[in-house]
């Protein structure tokens, strides 16, 4: 059965995706989403463990906000963040396995 190319539907479907993906493919954010699992952070916590001042770690939570990914509250002076859509990290175990899998791969070439 021949698959049709996508319609405007699809393709504006297939690149809102990407955007999520986009935005949870830089190191810093991807951590940042991975902290988020276990419930609310200010900015002040997630900046402990970032060797990063405040505007770079702003601007990361800005890409993972306007891609869904977070969303904020400001309570005072602090922004707290969560994660919008908890279940946003559920495929890492799939790109965990995917990563093992290549792995596994390349040793077994060199054997």
């Given at each position: 059965?021949?698959?049709?190319?996508?319609?405007?539907?699809?393709?504006?479907?297939?690149?809102?995706?990407?955007?999520?993906?986009?935005?949870?493919?830089?190191?810093?954010?991807?951590?940042?989403?991975?902290?988020?699992?276990?419930?609310e952070k200010c900015v002040c916590e997630l900046a402990e463990f970032?060797?990063?001042?405040?505007?770079?770690?702003?601007?990361?939570?800005?890409?993972?906000?306007?891609?869904?990914?977070?969303?904020?509250?400001?309570?005072?002076?602090?922004?707290?963040?969560?994660?919008?859509?908890?279940?946003?990290?559920?495929?890492?175990?799939?790109?965990?396995?995917?990563?093992?899998?290549?792995?596994?791969?390349?040793?077994?070439?060199?054997?």
């Amino acid at each position: 059965m021949k698959r049709q190319p996508p319609n405007a539907k699809e393709l504006a479907l297939i690149e809102a995706k990407a955007h999520v993906l986009k935005a949870l493919g830089h190191p810093t954010r991807l951590w940042m989403a991975e902290q988020l699992a276990d419930g609310e952070k200010c900015v002040c916590e997630l900046a402990e463990f970032i060797d990063a001042d405040f505007s770079t770690i702003s601007k990361h939570l800005s890409v993972l906000k306007q891609a869904g990914v977070v969303e904020d509250e400001k309570r005072g002076k602090q922004v707290y963040y969560r994660l919008r859509v908890p279940c946003i990290l559920k495929y890492m175990s799939c790109v965990e396995a995917v990563i093992k899998a290549t792995v596994k791969e390349q040793v077994e070439m060199l054997a």
